[in-house]
Each structure stands twice: as structure tokens, then as C-alpha cells.
């Protein structure tokens, strides 16, 4: 059992950035994949980006490549968003997510079992 706890998110203006941080307490946290989702209102859950339990494998959603960058510090259990150059399509509350994978793959349509609460991103002027 995992459970995970984010942070971060906050106001920005167009083109600033923010990092969220995911905080996972529980076992066995480095035999699992880890990813970032959002949903803004009236829309459905997205896939933003995963990261294989090595951390050797990335996946993003073509609206975000280039510009998020997702990381892991087993060590510290910590789960990372960097974003930048945000825009306000961009706004939605990020969650962060996890699946114990036996490949070291990831991948966005997997069924993760482990949820966060969820931090909302506001990119507004």
C-alpha cells in the first residue's frame, strides 16, 4: 500500500513555472511506475507524463512535451512535476499516481492503483 500526498501547485502567470511535489509514504515504492494526471472543470482526467520505476523510461502527452519534466528521488520518496513555460490551458488540479509494474515501463492508459488528493494549478494573468 502506497499513499501519496502532493503539493505545490498555486497562482502562476502565463509562462512562469511551478514544481509539485508528490510525497509517497509505504513499501516497496521503487517497484513502482509513478505518473501525473489533471482534470480541469468539466473535462476529463489527463495523462500529463509517467516515469518507469529505474526512472529510465518517460512517457508525456504531446500538450506538455518540452515543457514538464517528471523525476523521482526513491531515497527520499519524492515524486516531481517540473513545469514551465505555463499556460492556462494548463490550469486543473495535478494528481499524482503509482502501479507496481514489473517491467520497468510506463505507460499513461495503465490502471494505477494509488491516488493523491490532488493540488490545483491556476495559470492566470
Known amino acids: 500500500q502506497l499513499q501519496l500526498v502532493e503539493s505545490g501547485g498555486g497562482l502562476v502567470q502565463p509562462g512562469g513555472s511551478l514544481r509539485l511535489s508528490c510525497a509517497v509514504s509505504?513499501?516497496?515504492?521503487?517497484?513502482?511506475?509513478i505518473a501525473w494526471f489533471r482534470q480541469a472543470p468539466g473535462k476529463e482526467r489527463e495523462g500529463v507524463s509517467c516515469l518507469s520505476k529505474s526512472g529510465t523510461t518517460t512517457n508525456y502527452a504531446a500538450s506538455v512535451k518540452g515543457r514538464f519534466t517528471i523525476s523521482r528521488d526513491d531515497a527520499k520518496k519524492l515524486v516531481y512535476l517540473q513545469m514551465n513555460n505555463l499556460q492556462p490551458e494548463d490550469s486543473a488540479v495535478y494528481y499524482c499516481?503509482?502501479?507496481?509494474?514489473?517491467?520497468?515501463?510506463?505507460?499513461?492508459?495503465?490502471?494505477?492503483?494509488?491516488w493523491g488528493q490532488g493540488t490545483q494549478v491556476t495559470v492566470s494573468s
Open positions: 499516481a503509482a502501479v507496481p509494474r514489473l517491467l520497468d515501463t510506463c505507460a499513461l492508459q495503465l490502471e494505477y492503483n494509488y
Open positions: 509505504g513499501s516497496f515504492f521503487s517497484a513502482h511506475a
